[in-house]
């Protein structure tokens, strides 16, 4: 069920070739399409405008390849990111993408929602890491671009069409990525600050390490988590530099676990500002290093000042009604009318997800 509404039939295909199949049918039936994954980040987006379809990717849960020396995997869309990362963990590697409402999220549904987490300070978005996708079509057609080796640059820029566009230009079936070494060693340490303008003061302190934190992530009631990575020697002597007591290293599970209903994302300099106007008792966790907050409210009260400084307000979840009076996404973006040419061209028959993207 997406936003209320449940569709004619669910699929779960077993294969690429038979999704792709089942795709093109229902292009040609005039259906609409809604892919899903692990149902973590469902919420995001308007409410359909019709729902004949779900393509469920679970049964596509093969690690393809995974290469330890070349420190790059590929996977099809249906694995979990705690499979691969289990996969990856007994060669002492990993992937550093930790999105909210987890466990649970699958790679083709983390990846068409454009959700990360407390490491993206130190490793970045998805479209960082993504080296390659294979996604299929309306027409029924399977297409690559990228690659499974970091040195093959080939279609990085079609790539990053579909991180973010909620399956509306093609439905991912694999996904290819440079992965990353487990630090040699890791503490996670805490404060409890005063009020934000303290917790803040702190947070700017921890930025400015000399080897700062992978992840800062500070909570509503002013509660600062900065996780260390590195050498044994110099985590240790970062951490007695900060300062702060060390925290129970499975908080970072709980933190996981919490569940946005909308994200606030500004460059980071203004993010203080609008944390400090939210309605007093409105509960929120944020990313100050990179300009990011979740509300667990869905409020639409901050939207304008995010907007008026190049930002966003997206709504992950709230009602129907809610949704349709304000908008999941906000105001149009300026590329508006490049994103409709590119939609036309991937999907003209508007199969896929219909009304739940911008476009």
Known sequence: MVDGSRPERTERPRSAEELAELLRSAAEAGQAVIPVGGGRAIGLGDPPERFDLALETGGLDRIIEYSQADMTASVEAGVTLEELNAELGRAGQFLPLDPFNAPGHTVGGALAAGVSGPLRLRFGTPRDFVIGLRVALPDGRLVSSGGRVVKNVSGYDMNKLHLGALGSLGVIVAASFK????????????????DLEAALAEARRALGLAMAPIALELTSDHRLLARLAGTEGGVRRIARELGWKEADADCWEAHARL?????????????????????????????????????????????????????????????????????????????????????????????????????
């Open 179 to 194: 992965v990353f070494p487990k630090p040699l060693d890791e503490v996670t340490l805490e404060t409890q600050a005063e």
């Open 259 to 359: 569940r946005p209903a909308a994200r606030i994302s500004v460059p980071p300099d203004y993010l203080p500002a609008l944390l400090a106007e939210l309605t007093p008792g409105t509960r929120w966790w944020a990313s100050p290093g990179v300009g990011v907050a979740y509300l667990a409210e869905p409020d639409v009260a901050q939207r304008a000042a995010a907007e008026s400084v190049g930002g966003s307000l997206v709504l992950f979840d709230g009602s129907s009604e809610l949704k349709r009076g304000q908008g999941a996404w906000g105001k149009p973006p300026a590329t508006l009318d490049v994103m409709r040419r590119i939609r036309d061209a991937f999907d003209p028959g508007r199969t896929l997800s219909p009304g739940r993207f911008v476009v």
